[in-house]
């Protein structure tokens, strides 16, 4: 039986009861699919981090590195300043994991209540490809004279060839896979006129290698209005680090919201991490009101990043059915318990 070594990092807040979740369906997945799942769950996140003042250790990560993939919840707590868990531990995995692909499907689920009340399931899918490295992201900057009249913050945007290339040519791969064969690369050339000129021209160099791949390009925010007027125009876009992390929202919201919301940051050729894209909501801890749907749909990305399509396709399927038949999928709207939800997706999963 083909055995999968996975790391589970369960986080903050409400992720430790969504990742029950998620878990309890990928039980369900393997047995039904005749596979096993080797996991070993990792304590990091803002309850380590108070108990002991550590984040994330580089013996930590080696010991990543010896995994097929990571399994993540949330990280995140109002306890500390914005950005100490997200910076040392999320984006320190990324950037060391040589993550360099954010993947963020936007579908939206028959039955299930957009945000745009004039859209339906045949209008909303479609899939960011987010560039996970570089960028604003990088950290790249600094401050001079804080705290002085004369105060100067600067932030940089690093985009280099490589980088640039390898996610525009990574989209390029998802777009000839899919019906529609069109990926939309979405900036803002007409200002950021140095770092978008990179990527116009890698992104018409390459396009000249994918014939049957029809290829267009939007200002950011053109791609904003668009997403909320005429959805349907998007099949596959490709963007810089910043703005895939706003538009991917604005994707999540259309599609019924966060709680059904699930990403994927992907080494090609190394380890990669899935999880869900809202956040901790620590203030409905231990309520049993948390949507799992966003981190079971992680699991399904990640069955399927493993070679284990038929699983991440019936998960997927039961998944759509749950949605449909929910109330509503926020926080607390849902009708049933978190757990009930799981259990649901996990029945439907194995057949019964």
Not at 261 to 285: C, D, K, L, R
Not at 310 to 328: Q, R, S, W, Y
């Amino acid at each position: 039986m083909k055995t999968y070594k996975i790391a589970v990092l369960p986080g903050d807040g409400t992720g430790p009861e969504v990742m029950r979740e998620g878990l309890k369906v990928l039980k369900a997945a393997s047995k039904k699919f005749g596979f096993a799942l080797k996991t070993k769950e990792f304590d990091l996140g803002g309850v380590r981090y108070k108990r002991t003042g550590e984040t994330l250790s580089d013996k930590t990560i080696e010991e990543l590195k010896t995994f097929q993939a990571i399994y993540l919840s949330a990280l995140g707590s109002p306890e500390f300043p914005p950005g100490i868990l997200e910076r040392d531990i999320l984006l320190k995995m990324r950037f060391v994991l040589d993550q360099y692909i954010n993947l963020r499907p936007c579908k939206l689920f028959p039955g299930v209540k957009s945000a745009l009340s004039r859209k339906g399931a045949e209008h909303i899918d479609f899939v960011v490809v987010r560039e996970n490295t570089e960028g604003l992201y990088a950290g790249s900057g600094g401050i001079l004279k804080k705290g002085t009249p004369d105060e100067v913050a600067i932030q940089t945007s690093v985009n280099t060839r490589k980088g640039v290339e390898r996610c525009i040519r990574y989209a390029f791969e998802v777009a000839k896979t899919r019906k529609r064969k069109q990926l939309h690369l979405v900036g803002k050339n007409n200002v950021l006129t140095y770092a978008f000129d990179l990527w116009t021209r890698a992104f018409n160099d390459i396009a000249k290698e994918y014939q049957t791949v029809k290829t267009a390009y939007h200002h950011v925010d053109a791609c904003c209005m668009y997403m909320i007027d005429q959805p349907e125009v998007y099949d596959v876009i490709v963007t810089d680090n910043m703005f895939g992390d706003i538009i991917t929202d604005v994707g999540g919201i259309i599609q019924g919201g966060l709680g059904v919301a699930a990403s994927g940051n992907i080494n090609p050729n190394g380890v990669s991490m899935f999880e869900p894209v809202g956040g901790t909501a620590p203030q409905f801890t231990g309520l049993n009101v948390i949507n799992p749907l966003a981190c079971i749909r992680a699991g399904a990305m990640m069955l399927d990043h493993l070679g284990e399509k038929k699983a991440a396709t019936a998960i997927d399927a039961a998944v759509e059915k749950v949605a449909g038949e929910l109330p509503g999928l926020g926080v607390n709207q849902m009708g049933i318990g978190t757990d009930a939800v799981g259990t649901k997706v996990a029945k439907l999963v194995a057949g019964k």
